[in-house]
């Protein structure tokens, strides 16, 4: 058996020894046997990729703010009921605004270079929900000011809420500012405290053989269920409100950091004792680091329980906050209000939850993108 160089390059490798180097000293083309003979392979010019449209979704996005806003103008209030409803041309000619905008940057940002790339940027993920929020915004003027389908002043137009922002923004600003206040100290301390004692737990057995019975038994209990107690054993409302939050934080953070403790492979230890390290360093260097995706878990998980706890506390005791907002509103049936303050809660916690994992990547760096928000 042997190599056979034919007239056109190429070689058959019908003898088991043939090198392709030899083929290649010779600028032929090596192929395995019983496989047809490939001429020199051709430069495949590619083609243009289709370009799509940089109008396409800011067209059919202006178009919808566009018609909401000329809904909102044009289309006369219901005669009856609630016919007087405030900023409502205002509102119109700003959706018509965001409209105009939109159709400029969707036929001028793609031809000016940089900087139109920069303002495009952003704006591209978010062109069906601009669509999306434009609809729905013409959909609920409609069913409420213009059809009356839901009835008022159970259901208020998106314009009742531009007027309680801008008449009423003194009060909604202090009730928010409170709430985040009350929410960070109580939140502050349960995280700290739910952190030192998971670690604790999951380091010490003499510790948990103390602290992990009182857990189980105590941190399942909602922490709204210690309301009057809670109220009765501490000097103010307000004392009471952070010992809450911090219960219903320091639970879930203590439970998942114990369990991130205790999963740190014993290796890692092993190594380090090798090395020389303290018991100090031990913690603080090896078991701590390792655990602290399941601390920011449990920091996730408390925040939520935290802000439910918030609102449920500023309700029954404190006041102040947008928890006492809605109460004082549901009590004099502003429920425009009411929609207002729940809109500011949202804000508030997803805000909160952004920080949070922030924080998150900026900490766990190697694990940045695992988990989004």
């Given at each position: ?6 007239s ?12 392709p ?12 046997p ?8 051709r ?13 396409g979704v800011?067209?059919v996005?202006?178009l919808?703010?566009g018609?909401?806003?000329v ?6 209030n219901?005669?009856?009921g609630?016919?007087?409803?405030p900023?409502t041309?205002?509102?119109?000619w700003?959706?018509?605004?965001v ?7 969707a036929?001028?940002a793609?031809?000016?270079?940089r ?8 704006l591209?993920p ?11 915004l ?15 002043p159970?259901?208020a137009?998106?314009t009742a809420?531009?007027e ?6 003194k ?10 206040r009350?929410?960070a100290?109580?939140?502050?301390w ?7 004692v998971?670690?604790?737990?999951g380091?010490?057995?003499a510790?948990?053989?103390w ?8 941190g ?10 809670a109220?009765?054993a501490?000097?103010?409302s ?5 010992f ?7 639970f ?10 205790a999963?740190v492979?014993r290796n890692y230890y ?7 390290a303290?018991e100090?360093?031990?913690?603080l260097?090896v078991?701590?680091p390792?655990?602290l995706?399941?601390?920011f ?10 802000f ?9 005791g ?6 006492w907002?809605?109460?004082?509103a ?18 508030l916690?997803?805000?909160?939850i952004?920080?949070l ?10 694990q940045?993108?695992?988990v989004k928000?």
């Amino acid at each position: 058996m042997s190599a056979v160089l034919d007239s056109s390059g190429t070689v058959d490798l019908t003898d088991a020894r043939a090198h392709p180097a030899h083929a290649a000293a010779h600028g032929a083309t090596v192929t395995a046997p019983g496989a047809s003979a490939v001429a020199p392979a051709r430069r495949q010019r590619s083609r243009p990729a289709t370009r799509r449209q940089p109008w396409g979704v800011g067209l059919v996005a202006s178009l919808a703010w566009g018609g909401a806003g000329v809904l909102t103008v044009y289309w006369p209030n219901l005669e009856r009921g609630f016919t007087d409803w405030p900023y409502t041309q205002e509102a119109g000619w700003c959706f018509v605004g965001v409209g105009v905008l939109l159709a400029v940057l969707a036929f001028v940002a793609p031809f000016s270079g940089r900087a139109g790339a920069a303002v495009l940027r952003p704006l591209r993920p978010a062109g069906a929900w601009l669509v999306a929020i434009a609809l729905g915004l013409g959909l609920w003027e409609l069913l409420t000011a213009k059809l009356g389908r839901l009835p008022s002043p159970f259901f208020a137009p998106p314009t009742a809420l531009a007027e309680v922002y801008l008449d009423d923004w003194k009060r909604l600003g202090e009730s928010t500012w409170n709430s985040a206040r009350l929410l960070a100290i109580g939140v502050g301390w349960g995280g700290l405290v739910g952190f030192l004692v998971g670690v604790s737990i999951g380091w010490s057995r003499a510790i948990g053989y103390w602290v992990h019975p009182v857990i189980r038994f105590l941190g399942p209990v909602p922490a709204s269920a210690l309301l009057p107690l809670a109220f009765f054993a501490f000097p103010s409302s307000y004392a009471a409100a952070v010992f809450l939050i911090a219960l219903a934080t320091g639970f879930p953070v203590a439970v998942l950091t114990w369990s991130g403790v205790a999963s740190v492979n014993r290796n890692y230890y092993d190594v380090a004792r090798t090395l020389g390290a303290s018991e100090a360093f031990l913690v603080l260097r090896v078991a701590i680091p390792a655990a602290l995706p399941q601390v920011f878990v449990g920091l996730f998980m408390g925040l939520g329980a935290a802000f439910s706890i918030l609102v449920t506390a500023e309700m029954m005791g404190v006041k102040s906050g947008l928890g006492w907002y809605l109460t004082w509103a549901q009590g004099w049936a502003s429920y425009s209000n009411m929609y207002a303050a729940l809109i500011l809660m949202a804000i508030l916690c997803s805000g909160i939850i952004t920080l949070l994992f922030l924080l998150r990547d900026r900490v766990l760096s190697w694990q940045k993108g695992t988990v989004k928000w």
